[in-house]
Every structure is written in structure tokens, then in C-alpha cells.
């Protein structure tokens, strides 16, 4: 007993040890990378992309002799990829944590200052999604002598922010995956199921006329106002389909434009619809539905044309990972060092969204909260970022496929 007890305490010795030895450097690397601007180009004209970030990367493992590669995903915008190989090469555990910010808005304080106060880094990107970065590369080369069973693939993405075209990359890349590791800011808790989106824009036609002689035009604004009610409406029908993990389903007419100048009738309307999917929602059957409501406002109407601008954005919610030997370990991993373990679902979407259409089951963990994530006082809780470094590190290795 005296000897189980010693052990039990030089292994949390060494835990201690380990998760003090690496909070400098990892505050620092976070700093580092707030550092570099990163706002996606799609976002803000003005915006410099991921590329600072890749070659901070890049440095950052030429440093600790891990190998690395460009996935080249379009104009000049490239997925940072480096990885370890497992004792079975060719079975692979996918990390993946975007590169890519929101731009900023009002800050009181320098976005880009990295400051650490009060146990917190701040800056933009600081929770979303560059301490899941940091505390990703960190796991991957403090991994010392355990070589896990799986290759370990660190992939830092590009343009989750907007249509996560670097996901879409990895997904269509030939390379496959057992299981995925999405870091973004979930307090540590384990999300096994998110919902996904559908968005398209929809048009209404009129006639443009004289506004001192309307009735000779057709007014497309009044035709899409009913069309926007009778959308609005879906909402009642889709709070009765709650999903137990990520609740109901809802659509939104999030923009509208529409006529031309002061004193003619809009002859053009134009909206964008946002429609939330829970898990096993098509997105095609959240387009038809849309549909059978503007099929109904065509009959009553001969001169005014409707359509849908297709094709849509497309991010489907993902399988629930649920059941799935990644969900298991994550939640082992997270019970032993920090939150509970317990499968949770969430509102939002992420990079799991394409990578689910590959089939890869995905969970989502990481350090710092979503309601800092997008807002102009976007901070991390160093902390957790340490103890998102040991979750990681323990879901890497204690992984078997
Ligand atoms: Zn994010």
C-alpha cells in the first residue's frame, strides 16, 4: 500500500512538474501568435490572412525538429500541417485549430497586444482559436519518448471563420482519419454533436415604375415582406424538432437588400437566409421547405418572380460522436484533468462541419469560453490552456484504433 502510495504520488509530482515547465513558454507561443494579425481576407478587405501564422509555425517546428508540410488550399493561403508517426503509420488522429480571426470591431485596448493580466492572455484570436493552437502544438511536441499508437496530425487550418475551406481541404485530400480533435473554446467540456448551417439567398422580381404612379410597377420590397413573414413562421415548426443535444433547429432572414433609388418602385429584393441544422438535417430539405413557401406565394402572385440563388453554402451539422472510442477517450482525458467528461452538444458550428462529409467522427474541447469568442474583449484563461495542453496530450496517446 505504502508503495502504491509513493507512486501515486511521484506521478502527480511529475504532472505538477510537467504542467509547470510548460506555462512560460506556452503563454509566450500564445502571445506570439495574437501577435500576428490573422483576420480572414473573406471578412475584411483589409484583413492579412493566415499566412504570418503558417510561418510562425513553420519556425516554431524547425525549432523542435518536427516535420512539417503546406497544404496549398487556394490563393496564397495554405493549411500548416505537422505530425508525429504512430506506432501503426497508417492510421492517423487528426488535431485540427484555425488560424483565421473575425476582424475587430470597437477595442478599447491594442487587439493584437497579447497582454497577460489577471491569469488571462487577451487579444483577438486569444480564445478563438489560438490557444487551442498553441496548446495543440505544445501536446504534439511534449510528447517526449510515448510514441502513440496512431500518427499524430497537427493540421493549423485557414478560413473556418468563413467557409471553411481549409476543413473542405483536409476532408477532399485522399489522407484519412480515424477521429478528429477540433479545438475550440468549449471551457474544456467535451462536445460530441454541434449543429451545422445551411445559407442562400433568395431573389423577388418586380417592375420598376414611377413612385407617383405606383400601380404600374410591381413593388418586389412588399412581395418579399410576405415572403419574410412566412418564413419567420418555419421557426414554430422547428422548435418542435429539438434535438436532445443541440436543440432545435431555426432559420433566419439575416440580411435584406432591395430596391434602387428614393422615388422608383423596387423593381429587385433580394434576402439572405441562415438556417441552423441539428444533426441529420439535410440541407437540401431545409432548402425545399423555403421552397414550398415561396411555391405557395407564386400561386397568388402572376407578375412577380421568385427564385433561390443557388448553390447554397452548405456546412452540415455533424454525426454525433457519441459511442465513438475518440468520444470515450476525450471524455476520460477531460474527467481527469478538467471539466467533466460529460458529452454536451452546442449551437454553433466549427471545422468538424466538412470533416464529418469525410465520415471522420469528431470531438470538440478547448480551452477558454465561446462568449468571449467575437467580442471586443476577447480574452483566454491561461489555465485552461494548460490543462488543454494535458488533455490533448493524453487523448494522443492513449488513443488505440
Ligand atoms: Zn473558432
Request: contains cysteine; charged residues 20%; negative net charge.
Amino acid at each position: 500500500m505504502a508503495v502504491h502510495i509513493r507512486k501515486a504520488a511521484a506521478k502527480l509530482k511529475r504532472y505538477h512538474h510537467f504542467m509547470s515547465s510548460i506555462r512560460a513558454p506556452l503563454v509566450k507561443m500564445l502571445q506570439d501568435l495574437i501577435k500576428i494579425e490573422s483576420i480572414n481576407p473573406s471578412l475584411a478587405a483589409t484583413g492579412s490572412g493566415e499566412q504570418g501564422v503558417a510561418l510562425f509555425l513553420e519556425q516554431y517546428c524547425k525549432e523542435k525538429g518536427l516535420p512539417y508540410e503546406f497544404q496549398e488550399v487556394a490563393d496564397g493561403r495554405a493549411n500548416f500541417v505537422t505530425w508525429r508517426t504512430g506506432r501503426d503509420p497508417d492510421k492517423r488522429v487528426l488535431f485540427v485549430a484555425h488560424m483565421d480571426t473575425v476582424p475587430i470591431d470597437k477595442w478599447e485596448t491594442d487587439p493584437f497586444s497579447g497582454e497577460e493580466h489577471s491569469g488571462r492572455v487577451h487579444g483577438r484570436g486569444s480564445c478563438d482559436d489560438k490557444a487551442s493552437l498553441a496548446a495543440m502544438l505544445t501536446a504534439l511536441s511534449t510528447l517526449g519518448d510515448s510514441q502513440p499508437a496512431t500518427t499524430i496530425v497537427v493540421v493549423a487550418s485557414i478560413d473556418e471563420e468563413f467557409r471553411k475551406i481549409g476543413a473542405r481541404a483536409i476532408a477532399q485530400s485522399g489522407v484519412t482519419y480515424d477521429a478528429a480533435v477540433v479545438g475550440e473554446p468549449t471551457d474544456l467540456e467535451l462536445v460530441v454533436a454541434h449543429k451545422g448551417s445551411v445559407r442562400w439567398q433568395l431573389e423577388v422580381q418586380g417592375v420598376p415604375a414611377h413612385t407617383s404612379k405606383p400601380y404600374l410597377g410591381v413593388n418586389a420590397i412588399t412581395g418579399m415582406a410576405k415572403i419574410v413573414l412566412a418564413i419567420d413562421k418555419l421557426n414554430a415548426v422547428l422548435a418542435k424538432q429539438d434535438d436532445p443535444l443541440v436543440g432545435p433547429p431555426a432559420i433566419t432572414v439575416s440580411l435584406i437588400e432591395g430596391g434602387i433609388e428614393l422615388t422608383t418602385v423596387p423593381p429587385v429584393c433580394r434576402i439572405w437566409i441562415d438556417r441552423r441544422l441539428k444533426p441529420g438535417d439535410s440541407p437540401q430539405q431545409a432548402i425545399q421547405e423555403v421552397e414550398d413557401i415561396v411555391n405557395t406565394f407564386r400561386s397568388g402572385e402572376d407578375q412577380i418572380r421568385v427564385c433561390s440563388l443557388l448553390p447554397a453554402w452548405e456546412d452540415p451539422a455533424p454525426n454525433s460522436a457519441e459511442g465513438t472510442k475518440i468520444a470515450e477517450v476525450a471524455s476520460r482525458a477531460c474527467a481527469n484533468v478538467a471539466g467533466t467528461g460529460k458529452y454536451i452538444g452546442a449551437p454553433w458550428g466549427t471545422d468538424a462541419s466538412q470533416l464529418s462529409l469525410a465520415g471522420i467522427p469528431c470531438v470538440v474541447i478547448g480551452p477558454g469560453s465561446v462568449d468571449q469568442a467575437h467580442t471586443s474583449n476577447e480574452f483566454v484563461d491561461i489555465e485552461q490552456t494548460v490543462k488543454a495542453v494535458e488533455i490533448y496530450r493524453q487523448i494522443m496517446i492513449e488513443y488505440e484504433p
